[in-house]
C-alpha cells in the first residue's frame, strides 16, 4: 500500500457490510480466509496461489478497513457473513483456505454449510479445546512481549521485523484494527468456540490440515487433534514455519494446497 | 471544600522483587506476598482512616486486582468495616471498575447495604478501569467504554428502582428480574462519582450531572472541569458548583518544610512503583481506540511500555519524568511536584498556599483527595500527617470562600462559549 491512495483492495458491499478484498488470477476459486496479519496481495503465497486459481480474499468485518457491523459479536456471526458472501458471489465448488484465526473461522464456516466448497484447507486453525481445563491449548499471547509473541509464532523470528514508521496511516490503521477485531473475536473463551471440536465431524469434504512444524502457538500436537475430529482428513507437517507457513514456506503450502485440488502441475521458480 | 484520604493500601515489600520479575502487576506470584505482612499493611490502613474520622477527614478507597500496589481487591470490603468503625465520614469508592466487574447486581447490592448500615454516608465512584486490570478480570478490553455505560445505567437503575422487579436485557447483561434488597438508605441513591482524564469522558460525566474527579490530573483539569461546566449550560442546566468536582494530589505536610518534602517523597513510592507493569498488560488492543493505536505504532511501538502513565507537566510546560519505573521519579524534586500539582508539600501554611493556587486555577475544587499515605510510608508518618493537615490546614479551607473563584470560572466559560457561538 501506498500513500497516494491507491491500495490493491477493492470495496465491497455484502449483507449490508462494507468490507475490502483482493481478487486475482484465474481458474477455480479459492476463498482465502486471513490470520491477523491480514492480506498481502504482494506476498509470495498470494501470487502462487493466483497463478491457479481465482482467488477471493477478504479482510474480515472489522478487519482492516472492512466494517464492523454493532450486532457482530462472535465468530458464528463472521462464518455466516461469509455464506452470505459466497452467496452473493455466487462461489461454488471452491477451495476454503484458511490460516489461523481464519482457519477457525473457515472451521465454522465448514460446520454450518460447506455448499459452496469443494474442499477446505486449514492451515494452523485455531479455534478448539483439546487440553483439560489447566490446560492453556493456544499460547496467551496477550500475556507476551512483542520479541516471545514473534519467537512463538515464526520459526525464523528474524524473518519478521516490521517497520511501522514507514508504512502509510491507512497501513498502520488497518494493523490497529485487526488486532482490535482479533481480540474482540477471540478474548473469551480464548481463541476457540468450546462447541466447535464436537462439530467438526460434520465437514464432509476433503479437507487438508497443514501446520507449522515449529508453530508454539499452536503446536502441531493441537494441530493432529484437529485433524482427528473431522473425518478423514489429511494431516501434514510443513519444516521450516511456525504459526503462520504462508509467509515462512509458501512455496510448500501452495504445493500442498494444489495438489489438495488436484491441480499438480509445477509451479514458478520462487524468484 | 470537603477532604478525602486515600491510600492504595500498597505492599511495599514486595516491590524490590519487580527488579526481577519487571512486572509489579498481573504476574508478580503470591508468594511475595506474606499474609502477615499484608495483615499489617491493611490493618494500619484501616487504622488510619478511622482516625480520619476523628480528624474530621472522609474516607476514599479503591481496588485493583493482582498487584502488590494495591492490596485492596474490593472497595466494597474496606467500605463495609468501615461503615461501622467511622461515625460521620463520607465513604467514597472510588472506584469500582465495572467495565470488568462481572456481577453488577451483586455490586448494586453490596452498594445499598454499605449505605443502609452507614446510615447513608456512601458515595459510588465508577471507573474505567486501568489497562493492566483487563487481564486479572479477562474481560474483553474491545468495547469496554460501552460496557462502562451499561454497566451504570444497569446499576443506577438498581439502586433506584422501587416498584418491583425490572427487566434488562442489554448488548452487556441479561437480568429478567431486578429487584435488590435493601434499597440505598439516601435518597434516591449515593452521590456518583467518575473519574477521568479526557474531555470525552468529562463531557459524558456531565451529561449526566455526577461528580466528575481528576486523579494527578495537574493544571490540565481546569480545562476539563471547564468542558464539564460548558456542557451543563449547554444542556439547560445551572452552573456546576466545586461540589461536582474531585481532584486527587499526593500529601507531604510537616511542622518543618523538610519533614514535609520527605514525607512528600515517600507518598510518591506510588509514582515509582505504579506502572511497573509487564509490557504485555500495558496496552491490550481495544482498550485504547483503534486510532490511538496506529499513532503507537508509527513510534514502532506494538505492546505498552511502562511509564506512559502521568506524563505530568509543570504549570511553565515542563515534562516530568515521574512514572517510568524504580529509580524514576528520584530527581524529581518536591517543587516539581508542587509546580505539576500533582504533590502538595511543605509546612501547613505551605501546602494551604498551593491549595488555594490550585483552587482558584480550576475554578473551585470542592472534594479534595489527598493521598496522605502512599509507598513505604510508616503508621506514623501517615498518623502525623493526616493529623497536621486536619489540625492546621483543613479549618482554613472550611473558611475558604470559593465564590471568586467560581465567578471567574464562570465567566471563562461564558466566555468561551460566546467565542465558539461568534
Redesign the interface.
Known amino acids: 500500500m501506498s500513500d497516494n491512495g491507491q491500495t490493491p483492495f477493492e470495496k465491497l458491499v455484502i449483507d449490508g457490510v462494507t468490507i475490502e478484498l483482493a481478487r486475482a488470477g484465474e481458474g477455480p476459486t479459492l476463498l482465502f480466509l486471513h490470520s491477523v496479519d491480514g492480506i498481502d496481495p504482494s506476498a509470495r503465497w498470494f501470487e502462487l496461489l493466483a497463478e491457479r486459481f481465482h482467488v477471493i480474499a477478504p479482510w474480515h468485518p472489522g478487519f482492516g478497513h472492512s466494517e464492523l457491523p454493532p450486532e457482530f459479536r462472535s465468530v458464528d456471526d463472521l462464518a455466516l457473513f461469509y455464506l452470505e458472501l459466497a452467496r452473493e458471489l455466487e462461489i461454488a465448488e471452491a477451495t476454503l483456505v484458511g490460516v489461523s484465526f481464519g482457519g477457525w473461522l473457515a472451521a465454522e464456516i465448514a460446520v454450518r454449510s460447506t455448499a459452496p466448497f469443494a474442499r477446505l484447507a486449514l492451515v494452523d486453525p485455531l479455534g478448539i479445546k483439546i487440553g483439560d481445563r489447566e490446560s492453556r491449548d493456544i499460547a496467551d499471547i496477550?500475556?507476551?512481549?512483542?520479541e516471545e509473541l514473534t519467537a512463538h509464532a515464526y520459526h525464523d523470528p528474524s524473518r519478521r521485523s516490521r517497520?511501522?514508521?514507514t508504512?502509510s496511516?491507512r497501513e498502520?490503521?488497518a494493523?490497529?484494527?485487526s488486532?482490535?477485531?482479533?481480540?474482540?473475536f477471540g478474548?473469551?473463551p480464548y481463541m476457540h468456540d468450546p462447541s466447535l471440536r464436537r462439530w467438526l465431524r460434520r465437514i464432509r469434504i476433503p479437507t487438508l490440515v497443514a501446520w507449522g512444524a515449529s508453530d508454539r502457538i499452536a503446536t502441531p500436537e493441537y494441530g493432529r487433534a484437529y485433524a482427528a475430529a473431522i473425518p478423514d482428513a489429511r494431516f501434514e507437517l510443513i519444516d521450516g514455519a511456525g504459526h503462520y507457513p504462508h509467509i515462512e514456506q509458501p512455496d510448500r503450502l501452495a504445493e500442498l494446497v494444489l495438489e489438495h485440488a488436484g491441480l499438480d502441475a509445477p509451479l514458478p521458480t520462487a524468484g | 471544600m470537603d477532604v478525602y484520604h486515600f491510600s492504595e493500601q500498597p505492599y511495599d515489600e514486595a516491590w524490590s522483587a519487580a527488579e526481577e520479575v519487571d512486572s509489579l502487576r498481573?504476574?508478580l506470584p503470591n508468594r511475595l506476598c506474606d499474609p502477615r505482612g499484608a495483615a499489617d499493611v491493611i490493618n494500619r490502613r484501616l487504622d488510619e482512616w478511622v482516625l480520619c474520622d476523628e480528624l474530621g477527614i472522609n474516607v476514599m478507597v479503591n481496588e485493583h486486582h493482582s498487584t502488590a500496589t494495591c492490596l485492596s481487591a474490593s472497595a466494597t470490603i474496606p467500605l463495609a468495616m468501615l461503615a461501622r468503625e467511622t461515625k460521620r465520614a463520607r465513604l467514597l469508592a472510588l472506584g469500582f471498575p465495572i467495565a470488568n466487574r462481572a456481577e453488577p447486581i451483586r455490586l448494586a447490592e453490596e452498594i445499598a447495604y454499605i449505605d443502609v448500615v452507614s446510615r447513608g454516608r456512601l458515595e459510588i465512584g465508577f471507573v474505567k478501569g486501568a489497562p493492566y486490570e483487563i487481564?486479572p478480570a479477562?474481560?474483553?478490553?474491545?468495547?469496554i467504554t460501552e460496557r462502562f455505560w451499561d454497566t451504570h445505567d444497569l446499576i443506577l437503575k438498581a439502586l433506584t428502582t422501587q416498584d418491583g422487579p425490572f427487566n434488562w436485557e442489554s448488548e452487556w447483561h441479561h437480568f429478567r428480574q431486578v429487584n435488590i434488597w435493601p434499597r440505598p438508605y439516601q435518597e434516591p441513591r449515593p452521590e456518583v462519582w467518575v473519574t477521568g482524564g479526557s474531555m470525552a469522558t468529562a463531557l459524558s460525566v456531565a451529561e449526566r450531572g455526577h461528580r466528575f474527579a481528576t486523579i494527578l490530573g495537574g493544571w490540565n483539569a481546569q480545562k476539563l472541569f471547564d468542558g464539564y461546566r460548558a456542557r451543563r449550560l449547554e444542556l439547560g442546566h445551572p452552573f456546576p458548583g466545586p461540589d461536582r468536582f474531585g481532584y486527587l494530589v499526593l500529601l507531604g505536610i510537616g511542622r518543618t518544610e523538610e519533614e514535609g518534602h520527605r514525607r512528600l517523597h515517600e507518598v510518591a513510592g506510588y509514582f515509582r512503583t505504579t506502572s511497573i507493569v509487564?509490557?504485555?498488560?500495558v496496552n491490550?488492543?481495544?482498550y485504547m481506540p483503534?486510532?490511538a493505536?496506529?499513532e503507537w505504532?508509527?513510534?514502532?511501538q506494538?505492546?505498552g511500555r511502562a511509564g506512559d502513565h502521568f506524563p505530568a507537566m509543570t504549570r511553565d510546560g515542563r515534562v516530568l519524568k515521574i512514572g517510568s519505573g524504580f529509580g524514576s521519579g528520584e530527581g524529581v524534586s518536591a517543587a516539581d511536584f508542587t509546580d505539576a500539582a500533582i504533590g502538595f508539600t511543605g509546612t501547613p501554611d505551605q501546602v494551604y498556599e498551593q491549595i488555594v493556587a490550585l483552587d482558584d486555577h480550576v475554578g473551585g475544587i470542592g472534594n479534595l483527595l489527598l493521598m496522605a499515605h502512599g509507598g513505604a510510608m510508616s503508621h506514623a508518618d501517615a498518623c502525623d500527617n493526616l493529623t497536621l493537615f486536619a489540625t492546621e490546614v483543613l479549618p482554613r479551607l472550611r473558611e475558604r470562600d470559593q465564590s471568586e473563584a467560581v465567578a471567574r470560572a464562570q465567566e471563562r466559560v461564558e466566555a468561551a462559549r460566546v467565542a465558539s457561538a461568534a
Do not use: C, H
Not at chain 1, 496477550?142 to 512483542?146: E, F, T, V
Not at chain 2, 509487564?278 to 498488560?281: A, K, L, R, S, V
Open positions: 496477550y500475556a507476551m512481549s512483542q517497520d511501522y514508521s508504512m496511516e498502520r490503521l494493523i490497529a484494527r488486532r482490535e477485531a482479533y481480540t474482540y478474548w473469551r | 498481573v504476574t487481564s479477562n474481560s474483553n478490553p474491545v468495547k509487564g509490557e504485555p498488560f491490550p488492543p481495544g483503534a486510532r493505536n496506529a505504532l508509527k513510534r514502532n506494538l505492546r
